[in-house]
């Protein structure tokens, strides 16, 4: 019933920057507090950036502060992250998640924090 389809990823050079989006359905947008996870092969899924369900507060790994941006558009049910200086150990395949709106025991870090997830778009960054 609710489903979400992420889009824009692609191949980009060292230092580049590449726009992901995620189109969710089946509920209403604003109901979800979102976030954007990523993983490479052999590795394990990794938190990148997430934000709640008012757009009021933004969250970012470490790694990707100050260089990535995470955007919400609750009238068209879209996601955004803008990502800019990508570096080649980025390189993954990147996923698009939703938690149905209820604060308790919210970890947007988290992976098992998300009720639902999109099927991933790839995004390579070349040496």
């Known amino acids: 019933q609710v489903q979400l389809v992420e889009s824009g990823g692609g191949l980009v050079q060292t230092g580049g920057s590449l726009r992901l989006s995620c189109a969710v359905s089946g509920r209403p947008f604003s109901a979800y507090a979102m976030g954007w996870f990523r993983q490479a092969p052999g590795k394990e899924r990794e938190f990148v950036a997430a934000?709640?369900?008012?757009?009021?507060?933004?969250y970012y790994a470490d790694s990707v502060r100050g260089r990535f941006t995470i955007s919400r558009d609750n009238a068209k049910n879209t996601l955004a992250l803008q990502m800019n200086s990508l570096k080649p150990e980025e390189t993954a395949v990147y996923y698009c998640?939703?938690?149905?709106?209820?604060?308790?025991?919210?970890?947007?870090?988290?992976?098992?924090?998300?009720?639902?997830w999109g099927q991933g778009t790839q995004v390579t960054v070349s040496s």
């Open positions: 934000i709640r369900w008012n757009a009021g507060v933004t």
């Open positions: 998640a939703a938690r149905d709106y209820d604060p308790r025991r919210y970890q947007p870090r988290e992976p098992d924090t998300y009720d639902y």
